[in-house]
């Protein structure tokens, strides 16, 4: 099977050219095509010679992998189902199916992209988790859900939300966010872009300091104990040590870091939890974004009250820390938080 250079970056390019024997601008116009301007075929590319377009069809492929399935939800929002391949640390194949979830909003319309086949950190809330995990994606089959959909030139945003856990497939997501951002690339503001992570300090570090992108950190919790029933990860990278490594950067810029903190009734969500918020995240720029949970026949949880939400954020805006209300999108197509399966079931 021919390889693809899709997903590849101007330096990886440049070498190819080099290896071919060809002129290393040559590198830089197959940027120019692939991404600014969607080409689908080296045929298009005009102005290559016919001898390196001959050769590109010979290595290389560059058609993208199109949905096989998108459902559309009441409020507008779409899932579009992938079936990708991905190879495994063992050398062997899987195929699965991965979502990616488009949520139009006015003049906004953001992508929230999947980075994995399932995801490792079994988190105990997570329908994805719950699955879980059969291979990362590559650079190219993450870019390839925003190029693919019908939708690819109307996007504002990316956030990486989806299945997966971003840290957890580290090059393939920067990578992607570098194709994004680069000035041969999509030349996009890195403030488009949010990746978010439950806190794989060191690769979490890395990240901030490769990338200009937002963060958004998976929390849950102020208490590590009861965070740990929850998520797994807490064992390893406890979330005051990531706090704690957080606040060594300077987030007063553009540059944004936020915390995800979905909201489990009666688990998460008194008043002591609030303070330990507060206490946890003293002295730390940063905003809260409270997500209604989304229950599931897959976990024992239930929302809490929308009285009770609303306290809670009271409180922490009481207590100078930014907090919002995500508002729920694509919860009629299992599509919203923590919800996105990749089983494949067509509707």
Request: with cysteine; hydrophobic share 35%.
């Amino acid at each position: 099977m021919a390889m693809s250079i899709f997903g590849s970056t101007l330096d990886e390019l440049q070498q190819l050219c080099v290896s071919e024997g060809w002129p290393r601008f040559v590198a830089r116009q197959l940027c120019e095509w692939m991404y600014a301007k969607r080409a689908t075929s080296f045929d298009q590319m005009t102005n290559l010679s016919l001898k390196v377009r001959a050769r590109l069809n010979e290595i290389s492929s560059l058609d993208y992998n199109y949905p096989v399935d998108c459902q559309t939800s009441s409020d507008g929002t779409k899932k579009y189902l992938f079936q990708e391949t991905a190879t495994l640390p063992d050398g062997s194949q899987a195929t699965h199916y991965v979502e990616a979830v488009f949520i139009p909003d006015g003049d906004r319309a953001t992508l929230c992209v999947s980075c994995q086949m399932g995801c490792k950190m079994n988190c105990s809330f997570c329908v994805t988790g719950r699955g879980g995990y059969h291979g990362s994606l590559s650079t190219a089959q993450i870019l390839n859900q925003l190029f693919a959909i019908p939708e690819s030139q109307r996007l504002t945003n990316v956030v990486y939300m989806g299945m997966g856990e971003p840290m957890d497939n580290y090059d393939s997501v920067l990578r992607s966010t570098q194709v994004l951002t680069s000035e041969w690339g999509l030349a996009w503001s890195p403030q488009r872009i949010t990746v978010s992570s439950v806190g794989i300090l060191p690769r979490l570090r890395q990240f901030i300091n490769e990338s200009r992108c937002h963060i958004a950190v998976s929390l849950h919790n102020p208490f590590s104990d009861e965070r740990l029933a929850l998520m797994p990860a807490e064992r390893a990278f406890p979330i005051a040590s990531v706090i704690a490594m957080l606040k060594e950067y300077d987030w007063t810029g553009q540059r944004r870091i936020s915390f995800e903190y979905t909201m489990f009734g009666g688990l998460n969500d008194t008043l002591r939890h609030a303070e330990g918020l507060v206490d946890l995240l003293h002295g730390l720029r940063c905003r809260v974004n409270l997500i209604r949970f989304h229950a599931s026949p897959l976990t024992p949880y239930h929302t809490s009250s929308p009285q009770t939400i609303a306290r809670f954020q009271d409180y922490l805006n009481a207590h100078g820390i930014t907090c919002t209300l995500r508002a729920s999108r694509g919860e009629d197509i299992q599509a919203a938080c923590g919800l996105l399966a990749g089983t494949g079931e067509q509707h």
